[in-house]
């Protein structure tokens, strides 16, 4: 085999590895019934299509390839534990009969393995934290650091919580299935807010060289296609239109260098008329209900933004006026700092750098890149530019994705001229 020939087969496992990795963790899970054995299994998978895959060829259905060889690797890894345990040694041979046997039907209503995932992750029995940071992890394969600037929280403190939610899973025997119709209200909260952390995180990346991860992003959005085929809801109407309306300005937001757009500054007619239709369609519908909540509310502000035709045609009263109310249904330090972007639309920046300040002052959001980066911005609009500078240069120490930071790197030049 020639080297050329050699690479193009490690590219295509790659490019299956990012596609599929996470379906077939998924399923593997399902088969094997232990997190942790089912991520050996996957590690092996691939190693077995980088050794096989450029000499014969990629499967017809890697998916379905990968998963049989994690499977029976995971066998054969039992059979040597059970050398040391024999208890082993049943549950090797009944999985062994079971990967022989052809598969049962699914009786559930949603046949997709990554939900039943993604309720496992959140079943009541975990601590709501760890039901996100392990969907977070096991569902969409983010790493804990990633994962850990979504909290705002130390990496060591969330990869202690992973495993805490990996034993408890074990020790307790949470079923890996979507729940029954009667238990999904009390369910929804913590997998709504799960599947737009992920969305969040395929929208603007939190680190790496990339504005955003298509990857993540779509998955959300596929997830909470699901959840409302599963569960009709406002709610899950609210944050399919909100991911929806965001989405729809993907191909605005950065450069064909890779540097980042801003709103303002986007070309209008690159956003995606398809998603702003569904997704305002989406909102009006989820109002209509009076049943709705905050991600209705944030897709109702979105939705202001999407149908403006120019930035200087933005209804900033009507924005304001929406986080008012949002920020009194989910009252948080992130909505007001949104809130205080769009004051600062409305009456000018010094009205927002006084909301902001008295954010930072009480140290919510002391690490926190867009906090700081919003107080810079105020500061430079209003002609304070020693103090603009301090305040992006806080901002650029913690920004972890590289178009972000030649952004803040631009305005530090602007301001030094």
Not at 171 to 182: G, L
Request: charged share 30%; net charge negative; hydrophobic share 45%.
């Amino acid at each position: 085999m020639t080297a050329g020939a050699d690479e193009a087969g490690r590219a295509q496992v790659d490019a299956v590895y990012r596609a599929e990795s996470r379906r077939v963790l998924a399923t593997l899970i399902r088969l094997l019934g232990d997190f942790d054995l089912a991520e050996e299994a996957l590690h092996d998978a691939f190693a077995a299509a980088v050794e096989r895959w450029p000499r014969e060829g990629t499967p017809a259905n890697p998916r379905a390839w990968l998963v049989s060889a994690g499977r029976f690797r995971a066998i054969d890894t039992i059979r040597r534990r059970a050398r040391f345990d024999a208890s082993l040694t049943h549950v090797a041979d009944q999985l062994y009969a079971e990967a022989e046997a052809p598969e049962l039907p699914d009786d559930d209503r949603v046949e997709d393995d990554q939900l039943r995932l993604i309720f496992t992750c959140c079943h009541p029995a975990l601590p709501p934290d760890a039901q996100v940071a392990l969907t977070l992890r096991e569902v969409c394969g983010l790493t804990t650091e990633e994962i850990a600037r979504a909290f705002l929280t130390a990496p060591s403190t969330l990869a202690q919580r992973i495993v805490r939610a990996k034993n408890k899973i074990r020790e307790a025997k949470i079923p890996y299935q979507v729940p029954a119709r009667a238990d999904l209200p009390d369910r929804l909260d913590v997998v709504l807010h799960v599947v737009y952390l992920v969305f969040n995180e395929g929208y603007s990346a939190s680190s790496g060289a990339t504005v955003t991860r298509n990857d993540l992003s779509a998955e959300a959005i596929r997830l909470a296609r699901l959840l409302l085929g599963l569960l009709p809801d406002p709610e899950i109407e609210g944050l399919l239109a909100l991911m929806l309306l965001h989405e729809s300005r993907r191909g605005a937001r950065e450069t064909a260098a890779g540097d980042l757009i801003l709103l303002d500054e986007q070309d209008r007619s690159a956003w995606n008329r398809e998603q702003i239709a569904e997704g305002a369609a989406l909102v009006r519908r989820a109002l209509a209900s009076r049943r709705f909540g905050p991600y209705t509310l944030q897709a109702a502000i979105a939705a202001v933004h999407a149908e403006a035709p120019s930035p200087e045609a933005t209804d900033w009263g009507q924005i304001v006026a929406l986080y008012d109310v949002l920020l009194r249904a989910d009252p948080s330090p992130i909505v007001e700092l949104n809130r205080a972007a769009a004051i600062a639309m409305r009456d000018g920046p010094a009205a927002g750098l006084g909301i902001v300040d008295a954010i930072l002052a009480r140290g919510e959001l002391a690490d926190y890149q867009l906090a700081h980066a919003a107080q810079a911005d105020f500061l430079r609009r209003l002609g304070r530019f020693d103090e603009s500078r301090t305040a992006y240069e806080r901002a650029l120490a913690l920004t972890r994705q590289e178009p972000q930071r030649r952004f803040i790197e631009r305005r530090l030049a602007e301001i030094g001229r």
